[in-house]
Structures are given as C-alpha cells and as structure tokens.
C-alpha cells in the first residue's frame, strides 16, 4: 500500500499554507476573491438598472472597463510614492481603497444620489491601485518564501482567483433575485475591507521606503523590464498570448447562436468547462517547480493554441467542449510560471514596481484583442476568426520558443548568465 502518512507534507503547497504569515492570509484571499466573482455579475446588472435603456450597451462596456482598465494609470500616476514599498504594504492599500470606493456605492444608493455617472467614476476609483495591489501579492510571497516555494505559492493563489469565478457569479444571480444588485456589490466592499484587516494584523509592518528607491521615476519599473531581455521577451509573449485570445470572447458566443445553431446555455457550458479545467491546472501548476520555467511557459502557450483548434476546425461538441476543457488546463499554469520568472529575474526591492508595470500592460492586451474580435468576426465569421486565434497563439510560442534556442545557443560558448540558471531553476 502506498505510504500516505507524508501527505499532506509531501505536497508542494505544504511549505505555503503551513507558513506562520501566509496561512493567516490565504482566508482573506479566499474571501476577497469571492467578493471580485460576484462583482462579474453583479457590476453589470447594476449598470442596466442605472443606464438610460437606449444606452445600456455602452455603460456595461464602461463599468467593465472602469472596474479593471484604470490600474493602468494608477501605476504611472502613484509610481513614485509606491515604489519600494513592501508587498503587504501595498496589498493592503489596494484592498482599503477597494473597500472605500466599493463601499460608497451602495451609501450614494441609500442617499438617492447614485447615477449612471457616480457609479462609474467608483468603480474607476476602486481599481487605480489593482495593479500595484497585484504586484504587492506577488512581492510578498517573494518576500516570505524562498524561490523554490514560488510557483506553488503562485499556483495556490491564481486557483484562488479561478474557483471564486466559478462560485461567485452563480452565487450572485441567486443574490440579486433576493435584493438589488447595489447590495451585492456592498459584500464585495467588505470582503475587501476583511482583506485590509487581514493585511494590516496578521503581518508585521516593515520599514517604509527603500532608500535606494527614493525620487525614483513613476516609470522605473518599464525601464527595467526594457533593460532586460527576459523579462522584455516574457512581456511580449504574454502580450501576444491575451491579445490574442480577446477575439475568442466575441467568436465563441456568435460560433455558438449562428454556427452551431445552439442557445445561450451550450455557451456557458463551454465557459464552465473552461474553468473546471483552469482549476486543475492550477493544482497541477505546483507540481512543476522542477520544470525549466522558461521552457514551460512557452510550452503552455503552443499547447494552448493546439487545443484551441478543434474550436476553430468545427470539430462536433463532443470533441471541442472536452478539448476547451484542456485549453483551461493548460492555460492555468501560466500566469504561476511567468509570475515565478519575475519573482526569480528581479530583485525583492525592484519586484514591485516591476510586476505593476507588467500588469499595467497586460490588462489591456485582452480588451484590446476584445475590440478586434468585433470587426474580424464581420469579416471572416466566427469560427475562422477561432481557428486564426488557435494558430496565431500557437506560432506565437513556437516563435518563442525558437527565438529562445537561438539565444541559447549564441550563449553556449560562454556558458549560461545568471538569469539563465535562475529561470530554469
């Protein structure tokens, strides 16, 4: 009989959820998580109440765009006060403006003051610090765990984030068919509000600035990534890999009503079966601290194209719905790799700037790829515009990774860089 007395210490995640700091984290996560799963449902079917109803459309695709798009900005503007800043710090922070914008919504409700207008600017106040808040997450586990503990540190919080978008919308239509979607998002604002006091009691409060990061540019963090070659080619790849992706949110929903000639609910079950397996491929994520990290994240970028084409093949439902299933799988582990790649190139004292820069990039690269899904869809129709976004994200890797080969075998003569060895690790 296998021994099972070494489980659950023998787990990759054991050394994260067993940590003294981080395991009086992890539920303030979990419950911030679910407030953000929520909010997918429930910040749209706001917008429809508030909305004059010949304009809807439009101030759904504003809301949406306000709750995430501003942390664009909110990483230049507040560069230089934020840079050098611990990752609880900067959580914290993230997670109490959050909670206070959030929060107002449901006040300005109660005060008959809420409009169309006042509830976009919130939601576009609640995100300015997303990404240093992102970052901040990230800085601490860098912070409190040594780099072999990264990637299941990573895995552990990305499957986080996906099982709340599972629960959290089903949960919210159930919520608003009891009360008015305002109150919903009042939840949101105190998960966020439990997450600040989770951050601010169960971590201790470090030194504030870096010396070495006083009058630092509001954009140092680009320059970094600009000045380094991995972490300037991880960048593009996962630039190219969401942009490429946006146009399936457009595809697959007209693939499903005018292709397959089905309704709204094969559409979810897509959707659903994407992130049943988003989930197990972020358990699996942990499990591969022993692969070269840089190898794996182009990997995971061609395999996903691959399972991305019976989609765009026309391949039955019986064979698409089980092959999406696997692009979910598969998709899970990159965020942890690339993450883990930062983590390991950069230092702790540069780390946060670095990854707000990155996500400050990143969180546009699938609205943008969004906006052309619409009109390549009216030109080539629903499933070539799959079949071309398969393609393209697989010789997107393919690309990656021989520009990679190259690159290693210019250097071989000299031997690895220290960065080499780091990302392989």
Known sequence: MPDTSRFPR???????????????????????????????????????????????????????????????????VFGRLLRGRSGAQLAGWDAILRASALGAIPLAHVAGVLTVWLYVFLLAASALLHSWGTAGRFTLIAELLPPQHHLPANALLTTIAASATIVGPPLAG??????????????????????????????????????????????????????????????????????????????MPIHITD?????????????????????????????????????????????FGVAMLPLGLGAPVSLSLPAFALAGVIWAPYGSTSMALFQRSTSTAQLPAVLAANGAILVLAVPLGTMLGGPLVSTVGARPTLLLCAVAIAALGLAAGGIAISRRSVRSPGGPTNSEVSARR
């Open 259 to 303: 292709d397959l000639h089905a309704s709204a609910t094969l559409l979810g079950a897509y959707y659903t079966a994407f992130g049943l397996g988003g989930l197990v491929g972020g358990v699996i994520a942990g499990h591969l601290r022993d692969w070269p990290l840089r190898a794996t994240t182009i990997g995971i970028v061609v395999g």
């Open 10 to 76: 023998s787990s990759p995640y054991w050394p994260v959820v067993s940590h003294p700091q981080l395991r009086r984290v992890l539920p303030g996560l979990a419950v911030s998580a679910l407030g953000d799963g929520l909010a997918v449902v429930a910040v749209t079917w706001l917008a429809i109440q508030l909305a004059p109803h010949d304009q809807r459309g439009t101030w759904i695709a504003l809301a949406m765009a306000a709750y995430t798009l501003p942390s664009a900005a909110g990483t230049v």
């Open 174 to 251: 159930i919520l608003i068919g009891w009360v008015s979607p305002v109150w919903v998002i009042a939840v949101d604002a105190v998960t966020f509000a439990a997450l600040a006091l989770t951050y601010h009691f169960a971590l201790p409060v470090t030194g504030g600035v870096h010396r070495s990061e006083r009058g630092a540019s509001r954009t140092a963090g680009f320059a970094v990534i600009r000045h380094d070659p991995t972490l300037l080619g991880l960048l593009v790849l996962s630039l190219g890999f969401f942009f490429l992706f946006g146009p399936v949110y457009v595809a």
